[in-house]
């Protein structure tokens, strides 16, 4: 499979800033044949689609619910999964409960 970086300038709508950041993490958007591929560094989560406004919606959807997943364990996450969790308690993350959370 060929996978070529791209660099995308989209409306400040889509993505959280000009940076390329969502949720206020630092992205990656890739193309890899006839999908979209959108992901992170930080806690190696991603998001795919047919177009990059819906690889950005996936990752978007992926993220909430892995926080939320997390934020359900709270107290018997590993050392790894506890740092995700606090990472994620730091960033914007928009919709309902997820907003409410913050680290103690």
């Known amino acids: 499979m060929i996978v070529k970086r791209i660099m995308h300038k989209a409306p400040r709508a889509a993505l959280t800033d000009a940076r390329r950041e969502i949720f206020g993490i630092p992205v990656i958007i890739e193309k890899a044949e006839d999908q979209f591929v959108i992901m992170d560094d930080e806690i190696a989560m991603y998001g795919v689609g047919d177009t990059i406004e819906i ?50």
Do not use: I
């Open 55 to 104: 690889a950005m919606e996936d990752y978007r959807n992926v993220v909430k619910e892995y926080f939320q997943m997390l934020n359900s364990k709270q107290g018997k996450l590993g050392p790894h999964l506890e740092k995700h969790w606090r990472y994620l308690c730091t960033k914007r993350l928009v919709s309902g409960e997820v907003d409410e959370y913050k680290v103690p």
